[in-house]
């Protein structure tokens, strides 16, 4: 096992060394620190937005769900679709709006809008309570990898240490830059590893379609929905879809994503590229079916790759496949804990706490907030066990309700607070009410987040119709950005007006 | 094709993309025969509106999403 070992080493001492380089090209601000000063190139964005997007919660889940639950998965390909759509729609607007009025954190959007305090409150609390099981699962996920590809050498308690502790130190010095670059490595890894080792996989029974065949004369329960269990069906299909779009992103560490690019015609090409890498869930079709046919019966469904893996694949390959699995755990966490940090910072401690605090303070700050947060869900990792799928949908489902007022924001003007806080509240009170109360079942068989989204969407239309509008002054603040934005992409803007933007 | 007329076409194939995938018409294709290209039905199908829709995205980045002059 000394090559999985030595692989591991290599995967944990690389993204160091990346993170020290990236960290010398800081200029030391709080705004380089948080957002890359709104100047993160467009290959870093892409690679930093998929691969935060991809977490264990695709790399693993997807391979236990096929393996369990039949084909619903496949809703994935939806789902980066939707995905991609909505970082064109929504980002783009995000990013615009960012740019012109300084804005770092989802907070900073949703209570400029809404002119509320109370709505800033609730959207920071929001995306960083959900966001802790989500880093939760990132961890467990990502440190199991480790401890597998080392052959059990590095036990899971050391492995997840180890995870966090190269991830604290390179965000430590390096800021969003740090993750931007080590993300392009994680990136790299997953997006072929999976698809590789699905096609090498599948050529245990023959190749892909002679998979395809088998599964259809010995298992054909698993070939269309609802599944083997008969558990899985379309209200599994859209509720998975929609919420896991949705929850990722309106996920803190995805909005200052949107804040952080440069160049805006990275908006237009996401949609496609985003869209593309949904390819790679090929590559969990592929193994875990293999897996049906020759490895039955494996308890834990989270262990379907790391067991075909090592089962199948040579060992150096099979090590650089788990640890592509560990990329993608880390490239989600590291944004994560970075992203709550900063809200943390921005949201509370400076919004409340010290409004004049100087721009080292303010980073200063941030960095022991990733130290406090990781502590945090590094306990929780090892204590608060799981399944990946299940605690990752009741993380999506609380950020996801996000997206009622922030579309809210950017095409209906006459929404206003009062609407958005009852929306949220009512949203994420029936989520948790659903997920957490033994005996209640969520109607339909849909995800409860759904039923959030439905009763957000409701009460924030209906309670911003009987309530007073915002205050004029700031609808028609956002009334003249929106259609300066408008205006700009149509072109029917005069030439000097763009310039002075 | 005016600059309108095709935004308004790549918002619509997307959708129609998407409504294909994720409302009940999904369980009309929910089969595994016939066979395509070695794939079950389902399989088959979301592969073809996958591809379909990134495919639209294409296009659409390449015509700026039918605007004059995206941002940059």
């Known amino acids: ?501 | 094709m005016s600059n309108k007329k095709s935004k308004m076409f790549f918002h619509v194939a997307v959708i129609f993309g998407l409504i294909m995938l994720e409302t009940p018409i999904v369980l009309m294709a929910n089969n595994i025969e016939p066979v395509i290209f070695g794939m079950p039905f389902l399989v088959f199908w979301v592969l073809f509106w996958w591809f379909f829709c990134t495919i639209i995205f294409l296009i659409a980045y390449m015509k700026k999403w039918g605007k004059k002059n995206s941002i940059r």
């Open chain 1, 1 to 501: 096992m000394s090559a999985g070992v030595f692989i591991i080493f290599l995967f944990l001492f690389i993204p160091l060394v990346v993170g020290f380089i990236a960290a010398a090209k800081s200029n030391k601000s709080s705004s380089d620190f948080f957002i890359q000063g709104r100047n993160m190139g467009s290959v870093a964005a892409f690679f930093t937005v998929a691969a935060t997007w991809w977490s264990s919660f695709a790399f693993l889940g997807s391979n236990a769900s096929f393996y369990t639950e039949g084909p619903v998965y496949l809703t994935a390909f939806a789902w980066n679709i939707l995905f991609g759509y909505l970082y064109y729609i929504v980002g783009k607007r995000v990013w615009y709006l960012g740019k012109k009025f300084d804005y770092v954190t989802p907070s900073d959007f949703m209570g400029d809008f809404y002119d509320n305090e109370k709505v800033r409150i609730i959207v920071g609390a929001v995306v960083t309570i959900f966001t802790i099981p989500y880093l939760q699962i990132q961890l467990t996920g990502g440190a199991y990898l480790i401890e597998v590809a080392s052959g059990g050498v590095i036990p899971f308690w050391l492995a997840a240490f180890l995870f966090y502790a190269v991830i604290i130190v390179y965000v430590w010095v390096g800021g969003i830059r740090a993750i931007a670059w080590t993300d392009i490595i994680y990136g790299a890894i997953l997006f072929f590893g999976l698809l590789l080792s699905g096609v090498y996989i599948s050529n245990v029974v023959g190749g892909p379609i002679s998979m395809f065949s088998e599964m259809q004369r010995l298992h054909p329960e698993f070939l269309t929905l609802p599944g083997p269990d008969g558990a899985a069906g379309f209200s599994s299909w859209i509720s998975l879809c929609i919420v896991t779009a949705l929850g990722a992103l309106m996920g803190p560490q995805l909005w200052l994503r949107m804040y952080a690019v440069k160049d805006g015609n990275l908006f237009n090409l996401m949609p496609f590229l985003i869209a593309l890498v949904a390819v790679t869930y090929l590559g969990s079709v592929l193994i875990s079916w293999t897996g049906v046919l020759e490895m039955p019966g494996i308890e834990n469904a989270d262990q379907v790759l790391p067991v075909m893996v090592t089962e199948y694949m040579p060992l150096a390959l099979g090590a650089l496949i788990l640890a592509g699995g560990a990329a993608a755990a880390m490239s989600t966490s590291n944004s994560q804990i970075h992203a709550v940090s900063t809200v943390i910072t921005k949201d509370f401690y400076q919004r409340y706490n010290n409004p004049k605090a100087s721009d080292k303070k303010l980073t200063k700050v941030s960095r022991y907030a990733i130290l406090i947060f990781s502590i945090i869900a590094y306990f929780m990792a090892i204590f608060v066990p799981g399944v990946l799928v299940t605690i990752g949908l009741v993380a999506f489902g609380g950020t996801a309700q996000l997206i009622v007022p922030t579309i809210g924001a950017l095409f209906w003007s006459r929404s206003n607070a009062n609407g958005a806080i009852s929306g949220l509240v009512g949203g994420v009170g029936i989520t948790v009410i659903l997920t957490f109360i033994p005996g209640l079942n969520s109607p339909l068989g849909l995800d409860p987040a759904m039923w959030g989204l439905a009763l957000n969407m409701i009460l924030f239309v209906a309670v911003s119709l009987v309530t007073a509008p915002r205050n004029e002054k700031v609808i028609e603040k956002f009334d003249s950005a929106l259609k300066s934005f408008k205006n700009q992409e149509e072109g029917t803007l005069e030439a000097n007006e763009e310039k002075a933007l």
